[in-house]
Structure formats: C-alpha cells, structure tokens
C-alpha cells in the first residue's frame, strides 16, 4: 500500500525458509518427500482477477525450504473438481492455456529486477527475467537457467515442486540475505488470477512490492563457467541445384561453442564462437512497395537475453539483426551462390546491476567478410566476388536507479568497424564507420504515478565519398530533394554528423485517468542504420494521448478503457508532413470476451518522401475504422477475429479480414490458423522517375493505381511427447499481387493531382508484355511491365529434445519456396493451396549441445 508520502512500500509479508536436515527431496511433483513436512505453509492468498481484492475460489498452499545448493518450493493447489485442471503439454516457455504457478524472486533485493519460474500442471517449465519494476513490461522470456521443477495431478488439485540452483541466480554475499518473493496462480478456465502479494492493477510497480523472504542464512552462490558446445551439420537442396550449376555445395558442418561466466556476483558474461541459430523461425513473408526498410522482431537466442538494457528506452540505436544480417551487396551471373547471412565470428555481452544500482549492459560482436561467387555459362568462367567486409560492433549501455523513486539516469555508446581490405565495391556502399552516444532518463514522481522522460544522442558515419553519398540519398532523409531549401546534397562529403531528442511527460497510474505527451526531433544529417534502426530523419514530431479507464468489474464489463491520441510532425523546414487522430475503444465483457474499436483520421498533409528524392507532394488524407473481437486468454480453444476499412480522399478503398483460431483437442496437440485477406487500392504509388516533365525540376515523377490483394494462412501444428521432447511446425503459404493502371506523372510540386497518361497531349499504348509506351510531344519513353503476382511458402519444423539438463538436440526442416511473375490478375484464395509447389529450397540441420557446468 501507498505510504501517506505516496510512496509504494514493500509488502508487510515474511516467508521463512527452512533449511533441510535430512534428504533433500526428489523433483517429481508428488510432494511426499519427508522434508516437505518441516517447511511452514503460506496460504493467505488474494484474488486479483476477476475480483480484485476477494478470496480465491480454490486454496493454494506454498512451502519454502533450502540446502547449500538450492532453494526448493512446493505447492498444493487445491480443486475441487480436479477434471477441469487445464494440462496443455508444451516445449519450455511454450506459454499455452495450462493452470500454472509462478514464483518471482528479487534475488538482489534491489526491487527493480527479478527472475520468474513458471510450473504448469503438466509439468512444463518456463522462466524469465524482469529488467524493470513493472508488471508486464521489461520481462524477457529467453532467460534459460538449469533448474528442474515437475507436477502431478491429484484426487483433490494438483501439487509440483521446484528446485532452483543457488549458482544460476546473482546475488551478492550475506550473512542473513533477504531476498523478494512473490507468488501467483493462473487458473485459465476461471480466468482467475490470485497473488500471495496483491499488486492493485491500477497502481504501478511490482518488483518493488514484494514480500520479504528470509531464512536463507549462510548461502553462497557457486557459479561455476557454464560451457555449452555444439556440433552441427545440414543439408541444401536449392532450386537452382541442375548439372549444370558447378556453385552447389549440399552439406555442411560446424562447430561452436557458447559460454556463461559469473563476474562477482552481480554481473554475467555470456560469450559464443560461431554461433548457430538454425532452429530460429523464419520471418513472415511480405511485398514491401514502400521507401522504408521493414524491421523484423529478433528471435536469436543470444541476442534476446539481456537485449532490454542494451536496447534502452530511448533512441533507437541498437537493433541486433544487424549482427549477421543478410549481405548488402550481390553479385550477378547465370548461376549465384550467395551467403544467406554474414558469419559471427563471436560475440560476447556483460549484463548485470551492481549493488550501488548501476545497471551494465556491453556487447561486442565481429562479424567474417564474406564472398558470393556468380558462374557464366558461356565463358565457363566463375567471380568469387565480396559483398560483405569484416565488421566490428561494440555497445556499452549504463543505467544509473536514483533515489527513493527509483529514477534513472542512462547513457550509451556505439560503434561499427568495417574493414574494406581494399574492396572499392563495397567501400563505396557502406560507410567505414559509425558512431552514437546518448543519454536518457525517467524521473519519477509518487512511486512512478507520474514520470518524465527523455533522451538525447548524437550519431557520426564516415566514408568515402560514394557511401556518405548512399547515406545522403536514402530513403531516410533524400538530401537531393530539389525543391528542399533546407537540405544540400554534397556528392563530396566523407562525413555526417546528426543528433536527437525527446522529452516524455506520462501520468502512469490512477484508477480512471491516464495520460501522456512527448516530443521528439531528428536532425536531416542524424543516422544510426550501421547498427540502429531509423525509417526517417529531418523530423520534429508529437503525440499525445488521453486515456479513461474502468478496471473494477460493472454489470456489462469487467474492465473498459477509452482512449484519444494525436500525432503529427514537421520537418526542419516547417512542412507539416503528418496530423493523425484517434479514437480507440478497448472493452473487456463479463464472460471475458474482449472488443477493440479504433478510428483514425489522417488529414491532407505534405510528403517527402512520395518521390523518392523529388520534390514535395500532397499526400491524401484518409480515414481509418478497425474492430477486434477475441475469447478469453484462458480458452481452451482460442480465437480472434478483426478487420478493417479505410478510404482516401481519391476514394481509393482498403479492406482487410483476419483471425486466429487455435484448437487443443488433447493435452499433446495444438493447432493454430491465422488466415489474413486483404484487398484495396493505392491512389498513388510510386512506379519510377523520368527526365523531362516541366513543372517538376527536370524530371517526370510517375505515379500510378494500384490494386493490391494480399492473402496468407499462418499455420502451426505442435505435438508435444513430453516436455522435454517436442515437434513444432510453422508453415506459412502467402499469395500477393498489384495490378497498375491509370498511369501519369506529378503534374506540379506540393500537388496531388496528376497529368494521367493517355490525356492531355500525351498518347499511352499497352504491348502484349504489359509495358507502357508513353508519348508527350518530341518525348518517348516506355515504363517496364510493374505488375506482380507473388506466390511463397515458407515452412520450419523443429524437433526439439532437451536431453540432459541445459542440453538440447534440434532437427530442423526449413522450406522457403517462392516465385514472382508481372501477371495483371488479382491472386485467388485457392491458389493459396498450390504455393507448396513452387520451386524452392530445403534445408535440413541437426544440432546437438552440450551443458558443461566447470568450476574452477
């Protein structure tokens, strides 16, 4: 509860640990060993949901005891009628609908940072870390310790028992430790949650709340170095694999090893020499017509844990997929063979918080050059050529908690390295080097109720004159925009230097109102893409948002909330590029069904973007209706179904159509559909430029309409053995086309309107390859055929035995099969089940690792 200062305070509840005598007991859920017996019980629980503060509708009773090497919790979670216990068998960290129990720890005692160890009634173990004291945000999941936990189903509930290793948590010496500790059940088919300590879902904190866990006189943590080898090897079977391609190479083997190390007894150093990520899912498909690079969410194991310090909350100036990503130049010939990714020579990341509340986060990775190689037929000649040079990464992020408040106060640095070793090719694509440094904060006010946040950076990318030239005509910023007064595009420059800020008032807490604004700026000349992510500078942008909530059950809902945002932004030259508003409804019902109803008002504003490097344009305005509906997260069969409605003042219309829906017929078998159509027009998408044209500086900027159509089913079918042995399939068939018409150019800068194609002195005739001929006077020119009809399938099967404790064999399965072709007919629903026939390529890899616990 709140202190009359504001303050949120610890709760008032002890849990003592009872050290074991005799036989510590065996980890098979039945809770019968002897030991159990000594161990006082904690059973004075609290609902949270769906009553926030009533009594729990079963008995949950905790038990706590330890020995020189581990801590070790019991529980008996009491049903009255045990047949409704849901008992989904899932691979660790699966998540799924099962009745779970998880016990959080604040080892630290710092109350900012904790460990969670989540047991479900089938005896699936999860874990994760939580980097923040918040609830639901900074909880990263690919936390993996050795620990062993089991459960059993009983005549009258279910019980399970955890055993955590002293040497896989970080906490500093003591004579007489206390530790945090919080404890919660998930009964899913009541869609009820309890707490032992209840945290108000109206009041901010939760690490900071817990309860006090004492008893744990004399323990140490013996952390030994924790070696984890692998060995692994894989089978290509390309497309392009004829006789006459002399660039296939089928098989494959490597070997590495990934290594964690204890630095005192707060830090950990997490190290890996080439490292494979083959069991990793493959990213959806997708036709990306814009000027914007597409950002996917990292999923390699490495770079997840611990990424939410490295990351920070401010500028975006890490984004791991950066390591190791795709090279960014090709090669070209009848037949290529090129790198799929850039090989991680290593990397090693030191993560950690010090007892003084300094918070560290370091990564270093390098990163091989690589080479693609292009084969000609006629010449029998075959180019090994570079496309990627050896890269060096380095981060180093600091977090400094301030106060009674627990403020922070961060700063950052990073760097990129290339070195070109002489290759003119790719010297004059990428810059040489790269640079950021930044600050952020968040003070907080009344135990985090109100906050103000900020941060401000500065960044620097060298290189000779035709990378820093790339850099300057990006899609990020368009420096040779004509009519842009305030931007100059200097072909000589070996250098940019930019910066960014932010300031960030939010009001967190409170049980009805709820709000937040911010403003941010990015200079023409800032840019962190080496290693960051940025879709565009030259910006000075704010949003603000107004939110009304219910959390406390009415007679229709259980919980409401109303929102209303407004963004929009400039660039340095006082151009409003952007004025949104929105209105979004999210409303939770008694049965815990869960509506969302969003608007959204784009007004007419000026682009900058539209030209691609051309001067400014109108740019639509637009309105947007979007609705959700979904079943509650407990269901044993889950669904959601959605969509959309848009239109522009062009009446261009977009529609979309989507759901999920996941089954659960036996504890073992999950099977989740997410099928998605979408179906609309483009009033102005951008085909490509032309010289000449009168009233745009020199040059044509040609427009066109487009109808898109867009379908895909994302498709996973799991079976679980055990949990420790599981089978998981994703397939993904995706068909998308866009079909062009009503061609024409830019009729004048800042306009929307065009001189169509065929009209107004200009003749346009259609070949039978679809290409456009175009006459204006003396001038012709000819546009290619833009049409696409895409098909694609990807699929990954994965094949997962955690053999030993920390030790896992993968078998891996991956299809990526896909064809493009300038077809002018929309793609159809059925063709969806024809992309598995596209010609593409497998790849199969088996993988085996190693846990080697070794103290020194």
């Known amino acids: 509860m709140p202190s009359q200062d504001g303050h949120a305070q610890p709760s008032s509840k002890i849990a003592s640990s009872v050290r074991i005598s005799g036989p510590s007991p065996r980890i098979d859920g039945r809770l019968d060993d002897a030991a159990w017996g000594a161990a006082r019980p904690l059973d004075d629980f609290v609902q949270l949901r769906p009553v926030e503060g009533g009594t729990p509708s079963e008995r949950t009773i905790i038990f706590v005891m330890h020995d020189s090497e581990a801590l070790y919790v019991g529980a008996r979670l009491l049903r009255a009628n045990p047949g409704d216990i849901s008992r989904t068998v899932t691979r660790r960290d699966g998540g799924g609908n099962a009745e779970r129990l998880t016990v959080t720890l604040d080892p630290q005692r710092d109350r900012r940072t904790g460990v969670g160890y989540v047991i479900s009634a089938a005896g699936v173990r999860s874990d994760h870390r939580h980097t923040q004291d918040a609830r639901d945000s900074g909880r990263e999941s690919q936390y993996d310790p050795v620990w062993s936990a089991d459960a059993e189903v009983t005549g009258d509930g279910w019980t399970a028992e955890m055993r955590i290793p002293f040497s896989q948590l970080r906490f500093p010496p003591s004579a007489r430790p206390q530790w945090g500790l919080q404890i919660e059940r998930w009964m899913p088919d009541r869609n009820e949650d309890v707490q032992w300590v209840l945290i108000p879902l109206n009041e901010t904190g939760f690490i900071s709340r817990f309860a006090t866990l004492e008893g744990l006189d004399g323990v140490r943590a013996d952390r030994p170095i924790e070696l984890v080898p692998y060995i692994a090897g894989d089978a290509t079977r390309r497309a392009n694999a004829t006789a006459a391609n002399p660039l296939v190479h089928p098989y494959d083997g490597r070997v590495g090893v990934d290594a964690k190390f204890a630095v005192g007894s707060s830090l950990t150093l997490d190290a890996t020499i080439n490292p494979d990520f083959g069991q990793v899912e493959a990213d959806p498909a997708e036709v990306n017509l814009s000027a914007f690079e597409t950002f996917f969410d990292e999923r390699r194991p490495f770079f997840t844990e611990g990424s939410e310090l490295l990351r920070g909350t401010g500028a975006q100036y890490f984004y791991s997929r950066r390591i190791g990503a795709p090279p960014h130049v090709s090669v070209s010939g009848d037949f290529i063979d090129m790198p799929r990714s850039s090989t991680i020579l290593g990397a090693a990341k030191l993560t950690g918080r010090l007892p003084s509340r300094l918070s560290v986060g370091g990564l270093l990775a390098v990163t091989a050059a690589e080479h693609g190689r292009a084969h ?186 109303l929102g209303f945002e407004t963004r929009g932004g400039w660039n340095y030259a006082g151009m409003l590029l952007s004025n949104v508003w929105t209105q979004n409804t999210s409303l939770t ?162 306009r929307l309107d065009l001189r169509a194609y065929g009209s107004d002195g200009t003749t346009l005739a259609v070949d039978a390859d679809g290409n456009r001929n175009i006459t204006d006077g003396r001038d012709a020119f000819s546009l290619g055929n833009p049409d696409f009809h895409v098909r694609s399938f990807r699929s990954n099967v994965v094949m997962r035995w955690e053999w030993n404790p920390g030790s896992t064999l993968f078998l891996v399965w991956q299809q990526n099969r896909r064809t493009s072709e300038s077809l002018g007919d929309p793609v159809r629903y059925y063709q969806l089940f024809r992309t598995a026939r596209v010609a593409g390529d497998n790849f199969v890899s088996l993988k085996v690792s190693y846990w080697l616990p070794v103290r020194l």
């Open 376 to 561: 000609f037929v006629d010449s029998a000649v075959t180019q090994r050529l570079a496309v990627e040079p050896r890269t060096a990464y380095a981060l180093l992020r600091l977090q400094q908690e301030l106060g009674s408040q627990a403020s922070t106060l961060g700063a950052a640095i990073t760097a990129v390295r290339r070195d070109f070793s002489g290759e003119d090719r790719l010297s004059s694509y990428l810059p040489r080097e790269a640079y950021y440094a930044g600050t952020d904060w968040r003070l907080r006010f009344q135990q985090g109720k109100y906050a103000i946040s900020g941060f401000a950076g500065v960044s620097h990318v060298a290189g000779d004159t035709g990378s820093i030239s790339r850099v300057q005509k990006s899609s990020v910023r368009f420096f040779q925009r004509p009519d842009a007064t305030h931007l100059t595009f200097d072909p000589a420059r070996q250098s940019l230097t930019g910066y960014t800020a932010s300031l960030r008032a939010d009001k967190d807490a409170g049980r009805h109102v709820l709000w937040g604004a911010q403003v941010t700026v990015e200079s023409p000349e800032y840019e962190v893409n080496d290693f960051g992510r940025l879709a565009s500078g030259d910006d000075i942008e704010y949003n603000a948002d107004l939110q009304f909530r219910e959390t406390q059950p009415g007679a229709v809902f259980r919980n409401w909330q």
């Open 589 to 750: 019902f008694r049965n815990f069904w869960n509506a969302n109803v969003r608007t959204t008002f784009e007004l007419p504003t000026i682009a900058d973007h539209l030209t691609r490097g051309g001067p400014y344009m109108a740019n639509a305005g637009e309105r947007r209706h979007e609705a959700r509906l979904s079943s509650p997260s407990g269901a044993r069969t889950g669904w959601r179904i959605g969509g959309s409605y848009a239109r522009d003042e062009l009446q261009a219309v977009r529609t979309s159509v989507g759901g999920m829906v996941t089954f659960r017929p036996q504890p073992r078998w999950s099977l989740s559909l997410e099928p998605n159509y979408q179906k609309g027009a483009e009033s102005r998408q951008y085909v490509t430029q032309v010289a000449g044209g009168s009233n745009t500086f020199g040059t044509r900027y040609v427009f066109a309409w487009i109808d898109r159509t867009t379908i895909s089913t994302r498709m996973r079918l799991n079976y679980a053995f055990s949990a420790a042995l599981t089978l998981e399939g994703y397939a993904e068939p995706f068909l998308a086309s866009g079909v062009y018409s009503q061609f024409g150019e830019l009729a004048a800068a800042r």
